[in-house]
């Protein structure tokens, strides 16, 4: 089964206007960590946004938020008030408790238009 | 500061040929990781180094595929007898301690004839 799932693979949206980035993921550890990043056409992975699963309050970071849904085991992107740069690759990461390495979705293709 | 840098940017390699990918994470930072990126998938682990020694090498797909950090800080991956299925873009990360987030390098695009 796949540990982490982003059944987008392109999302098309206007300038100014928000945007969610769907993710799902699945694992048994109590303590585990979710990432978003960003990969422009540039290649490099920029990091965005963190969530710990302990954590009470939805991460924020400037335009970008998570909405964790813990019991649906869903960690999904927000955007707000998008912006031409915005338009890039963005992958769902997660961190199990035991593990060191980051398990990584497919990816969603953000195309943000004038 | 300086993020990670990697070299080479590019590398085509014919096939059987040995290539090492080299990795120049941000200073102080005592966590490397390498992963492979194949074209539209997201990245896939291959090694973590704490320090010196290979924490977690599950990743490697096979004997091949070996990697080095002989003073804690510069990393080389190396590839022996290259397959075209090698081709994939080579990213190195790096943290200030396994429990912080990645800062991630621009990569390396190897290219397998």
């Known amino acids: 089964a796949q540990k982490i799932t982003q059944t987008q693979p392109g999302m098309f949206v206007q300038e100014k206007e928000a945007v969610t980035l769907d993710c799902t993921y699945d694992?048994?550890?109590?303590?585990?960590?979710l990432f978003w990043y960003k990969q422009p056409s540039s290649g490099e992975m920029i990091f965005l946004i963190y969530?710990?699963?302990?954590?009470?309050q939805n991460a924020t970071e400037g335009r970008y938020s998570l909405n964790f849904q813990k019991a649906r085991k869903s960690a999904n992107l927000v955007i707000s008030a998008s912006q031409l740069g915005d338009s890039a690759m963005y992958f769902c990461?997660?961190?199990?408790?035991?593990?060191?390495?980051?398990?990584f979705g497919k990816g969603t293709t953000l195309s943000v238009s004038s | 500061g300086a993020g990670v840098s990697q070299t080479p940017s590019n590398k085509v390699t014919e096939k059987g040929k040995y290539v090492e990918l080299r990795c120049d994470p941000i200073?102080?930072?005592?966590?490397l990781y390498w992963y492979r990126q194949s074209l539209g998938q997201g990245p896939e682990f291959l090694i973590y180094?704490?320090?010196?020694?290979?924490?977690?090498d599950s990743g490697l797909p096979n004997d091949r595929f070996f990697a080095v950090r002989p003073e804690g800080s510069v990393s080389t991956l190396k590839i022996q007898r290259t397959e075209r299925g090698d081709s994939a873009v080579y990213l190195c990360?790096?943290?200030?301690?396994?429990?912080?987030?990645?800062?991630f390098g621009p990569g390396t695009r190897l290219t397998v004839l």
């Open positions: 200073s102080g930072h005592t966590a």
């Open positions: 990461a997660m961190r199990e408790q035991a593990g060191t390495a980051l398990i």
């Open positions: 969530q710990g699963s302990y954590d009470q």
């Open positions: 180094f704490q320090g010196t020694g290979a924490a977690d």
């Open positions: 694992t048994s550890d109590p303590s585990y960590g």
């Open positions: 990360a790096s943290s200030p301690s396994q429990d912080n987030e990645q800062f």
